[in-house]
């Protein structure tokens, strides 16, 4: 709420201590889960209601103290037939945004970038295939957990990592995910992305950042002992700085 009056309010990018709402979103595909979300519990909350008034009403009323003399009343066709299509109608109210946002997360828009990720017990590694150095090599790098001991200042437990995915804003960027030995799954709250991480399959995925950031996910696939130290950071720049990592990357 805070953030719609205040647009340069520090975003939500990382979990936070008992935190009970979304994160914020950083990708179209993440607003429309919020604004579904929203929507969703519109009549989530009316349905509550009225259901509880319902139940606290026949509670009352068949109550033997109430109703000395009960009704032998067993059905009636026309309320039948309203509350069977009531629940249909607000299921097919809901499937309408539910199924637009269905497709469009499903959409691959003629991405620009495309970035493989793989899982592994228990780290990620990551390759750009769309540039090689002089040898033909792409860019290929493992992304690791850095431990408590070895934290500087202001950094995060358990969620910062040596190697960041640097991704361009305002670009389609294809996200390829796979795993090398067991199921993981490669998350980021505020991308609005959740992808299982499969061997011997590729899973593809994609984002389009609008903002600078640093993005922070975890693995969410039960994937072993050390499936909590396995942390996604993605770091959202400006092209030419992109550029310049890139640059570097093929350099060394
Ligand atoms: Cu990798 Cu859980």
């Not at 590729?202 to 002992?225: A, D, H, P």
């Not at 396995?230 to 060394?252: C, F, G, H, Q």
Request: proline share 5%; with cysteine; charged share 15%.
């Amino acid at each position: 709420m805070l953030v719609a009056f205040y647009p340069n309010l520090a975003k939500c990018d990382v979990a936070e201590n008992w935190q009970i709402n979304f994160q914020d979103s950083a990708t179209p595909i993440m607003e429309g889960i919020i604004n579904l979300h929203h929507d969703l519990m519109f009549f989530i909350c009316v349905v509550l209601i009225f259901v509880t008034w319902m139940l606290v009403r026949t509670l009352w009323h068949f109550e033997y103290r109430q109703n000395i003399v009960p009704s032998s009343l067993t059905h009636g066709t026309l309320i039948e037939v309203i509350w069977t299509t009531t629940p249909a109608l607000i299921l097919l109210i809901v499937a309408i945004p539910s199924f637009s946002l269905l497709y469009a997360m499903d959409e691959i828009i003629s991405p620009a970038i495309t970035i493989k990720t793989l899982g592994h017990q228990w780290y990620w590694s990551y390759e750009y295939s769309d540039y090689t150095n002089e040898s033909d090599e792409p860019i290929v790098f493992d992304s690791y957990m850095i431990p408590e001991d070895e934290l500087e200042l202001g950094q995060l437990r358990l969620l910062e990592v040596d190697n960041h995915v640097v991704v361009p804003l305002n670009t389609h960027i294809r996200i390829v995910v796979s795993a090398a030995d067991v199921l993981h799954s490669w998350a980021v709250p505020s991308l609005g992305i959740k992808c299982d991480a499969i061997p011997g399959r590729l899973n593809q995925t994609s984002m389009f950042v609008k903002r600078e950031g640093l993005y922070y996910g975890q693995c969410s696939e039960i994937c072993g002992i050390n499936h909590g130290f396995m942390p996604i950071v993605v770091e959202a720049v400006t092209l030419p700085n992109y550029v310049t990592w890139i640059y570097n990357k093929l350099s060394n």
